[in-house]
């Protein structure tokens, strides 16, 4: 059984950092195609990033585009969000998943997904 695990979230200050792992366990990380989501209190989960299998192409939201890195270590089975920047509107629950879909940027095209860690950025 495939199992993913977030961790790294936290309290961060506008305009600062925030770096997010995702273990993958159960299958090796390379199999599948992985992606960050965040979903706000009374919002819908919505994408952020995607890396493709071998981590050579990757895709982002608007939103986060220019400040955001999702990069992989396939060997160590672990996905990374890197966020620059941060604003307050990036407080929410960031969820990693893993699919086999390429460029997939709706949640029901992955099949696994991690419990979340929450980001709570403060002005």
């Known amino acids: 059984q495939v199992q993913l695990v977030e961790s790294g979230g936290g309290l961060v200050q506008t305009g600062g950092s925030l770096r997010l792992s995702c273990v993958v366990s159960g299958r090796s990380s390379s199999d599948y195609a992985m992606g960050w989501f965040r979903q706000a209190p009374g919002k819908e989960r919505e994408f952020v990033a995607a890396?493709?299998?071998?981590?050579?192409?990757?895709d982002y939201a608007d939103s986060v585009q220019g400040r955001t890195t999702i990069s992989r270590d396939n060997a160590k089975n672990t996905v990374f969000l890197q966020m620059n920047s941060v604003k307050t509107e990036d407080t929410a629950v960031y969820y990693c998943?893993?699919?086999?879909?390429?460029?997939?940027?709706?949640?029901?095209?992955?099949?696994?997904w991690g419990q979340g860690t929450q980001v709570t950025v403060s002005s």
């Open positions: 890396s493709k299998w071998s981590g050579d192409s990757t």
């Open positions: 998943a893993a699919g086999v879909q390429w460029r997939a940027s709706r949640p029901d095209h992955y099949t696994y």
